[in-house]
């Protein structure tokens, strides 16, 4: 079975950073994409961004120069490091995985609640 833990999220002031982890179990993590999406109150969660199992990255055009999606194979983890925070990034970011391109993400995990805000 699919699991994948997110931590790292807080409260932080605009242009503050955080480093979120996605810890996945039950898949075959080198051979799998991994994606950080965002959910805000009212609105619809969306892609922040992805990397392939060969290490390709994709960025949503709000967080490009921002925000860097990185993965330990070693450690089954996948990273999101936010800099620059803004409070529009203030939401509840998820963790989820896909086999492969024609794939959609899925199996999300709980969320991690980020909050910007002076």
């Known amino acids: 079975q699919v699991r994948l833990v997110e931590s790292g999220g807080g409260s932080v002031q605009p242009g503050g950073s955080l480093r979120l982890s996605c810890v996945a179990s039950g898949i075959i993590f080198s051979i799998n994409d991994m994606g950080w999406y965002r959910q805000a109150p009212g609105k619809q969660r969306e892609l922040v961004a992805f990397?392939?199992?060969?290490?390709?990255?994709n960025y949503a055009d709000f967080v490009k120069g921002r925000f860097a999606i990185t993965r330990d194979n070693a450690k089954n983890t996948a990273y999101l490091q936010m800099n620059s925070l803004k409070p529009e990034d203030t939401a509840v970011y998820y963790c989820?995985?896909?086999?492969?391109?024609?794939?959609?993400?899925?199996?999300w995990g709980q969320g991690t609640q980020v909050t910007v805000s002076s």
């Open positions: 989820g995985t896909r086999p492969g391109v024609l794939h959609p993400f899925g199996s």
């Open positions: 990397i392939t199992s060969n290490k390709k990255t």
